[in-house]
């Protein structure tokens, strides 16, 4: 059993997976700081305010629907989702494609195949 674990606890795929949480975890930080320094700033001058937290969020009786804050929280999804796309899943789906590309050309055709196309030539 400590043999088992010892292989799941330092196997190839979790220590990828390791790698990749820490590398999403600093993308994350690095797109907030984008959107906190950069976006957001630019949102305050356009409505007065740097950020949406206020904005948009009407009081009724004691209760504030805070619509200002889940466009905010929006904002930072839809900014966090494109950088994942554009800097992991792009390039990620570039480089899939090409491996595979580069492995069909390496690979040869199976048997029955390469037989069929000498009976299709022999038959001609």
Not at 35 to 55: A, H, R, T, Y
Request: aromatic share 10%; net charge negative; glycine share 6%.
């Amino acid at each position: 059993m400590l043999k088992e674990f010892k292989e799941f606890a330092f196997g190839g795929n979790l220590v990828e997976i390791a790698v990749g949480l820490v590398m999403a975890l600093a993308l994350v930080n690095l797109v907030g700081a984008l959107i906190d320094n950069v976006l957001m700033p630019i949102i305050g001058i356009i409505f007065g305010q740097p950020s949406f937290d206020e904005v948009l969020d009407p009081a009724i009786n004691d209760s504030v629907i805070r619509f200002g804050s889940f466009l905010t929280a929006l904002v930072t999804f839809i900014a966090i989702a494109l950088a994942v796309f554009l800097f992991v899943v792009k390039p990620y789906q570039s480089y899939k494609a090409r491996v595979e590309a580069g492995s069909e050309e390496a690979a040869p055709p199976p048997e029955d195949i390469t037989l069929l196309r000498e009976i299709a030539a022999n038959t001609r």
